[in-house]
């Protein structure tokens, strides 16, 4: 078990103040198995109602809404969590369904059909001959394919960070040779999608010092990943950001069929001042009892 405090701090600047409409928080990770939520506090300013509720995906949200114009809006989300990660093991491959193709089970393929087709309509040259570059034999391990695919995103692209809100299309990262964590996240989501895997866009954090000094990208950040729905071993964790697969590393928050649906911190502003954005989020370990074992 480890114990995480996070802090994450969100602040638009504005230069008159402004009326705000509704806004859609998504900062609080599920209890589960994995992750259990020791402490949670929102700072909100300026002041508002707020209503907690479940989306469709069964995420955690909180609708907040300002009373006050003001020329700021902040959210600080504090968090303190029990991480116990569930390492993946030897897949059974002894199961037919977990061979390439893939095949659902029929009560599955009901709910897990929006995620397996395709979001975007990219028909981009270079896009096509990536994805005939990526299907592999028959009766090949599904798991192996799409550690495979993991692997090639984190070799091939080069990472960088983008002030600009929104995705890239997994055309523009093809052609640009590089993006960020969601960029790559939408990339093989998108990817496998066409090759008849159920996937879904995932945000949270990503945790780990130590390999933070070794290269891993977005360390101590908000970070963006996807999940693939397997046979026998359901919803399986893949950052192609740092070729990470069910890492103790990666603390899910939310969980969407695409990455417009996944965002922190949405809302409206009415007025005509300009707007500065400004994000922090500091991950600290403050216990580790698998060290201490």
């Known amino acids: 078990m480890s114990r995480l405090k996070i802090r994450h ?18 900062m609080r990770p599920l209890d589960s198995h994995a992750t259990r939520i020791v402490e949670a506090s929102l700072r909100l300013s300026p002041s508002g109602s707020t209503r907690w509720s479940y989306d469709a995906y069964g995420n955690c949200v909180c609708y907040f809404q300002p009373e006050l114009d003001a020329d700021h809006l902040m959210v600080v989300s504090e968090l303190v969590i029990d991480r116990y990660p569930a390492p993946l093991g030897p897949p059974p491959i002894d199961d037919p369904r977990s061979l390439l193709p893939i095949v659902y089970q029929s009560a599955d ?44 995103i984190h070799e091939r692209f080069a990472y960088g960070a983008r002030e600009e809100a929104g995705v890239q299309r997994p055309s523009e990262t093809i052609a640009f040779g590089q993006g960020t964590c969601r960029d790559f996240a939408w ?26 000094s070794q290269g891993l990208r977005g360390a ?29 590393d990666l603390i899910r928050v939310g969980a969407t069929r695409t990455p ?34």
């Open 187 to 212: 990339l093989m989501i998108e990817s496998v999608r066409r090759l008849g895997f159920a996937a879904r866009f995932v945000t949270g954090y990503l945790y780990s010092p130590k390999l933070a």
């Open 109 to 152: 393929r009901t709910v897990l059909d929006p995620f397996i087709v395709p979001a975007t309509d990219d028909h981009d040259h270079g896009y096509l001959e990536w994805l005939h570059s990526l299907p592999a034999a028959a009766n090949e391990p599904a798991l192996h394919l799409l550690q495979r695919i993991n692997a090639a």
């Open 9 to 26: 701090e969100t602040l638009y600047t504005y230069s008159q103040p402004m009326k705000f409409g509704p806004w859609r928080l998504l």
């Open 220 to 248: 101590g950040a908000t970070h963006a990943w996807c999940e693939v729905f397997l046979p026998d071993l359901g919803w399986i964790e893949f950052d192609p950001t740092n070729a990470l697969v069910e890492s103790p």
């Open 260 to 293: 417009e649906e996944a965002s922190p911190m949405a809302g409206t502003a009415f007025g005509d001042g300009g707007c500065d954005l400004k994000v922090s989020v500091d991950v600290e370990l403050i216990d580790d009892s698998r060290a201490a074992a």
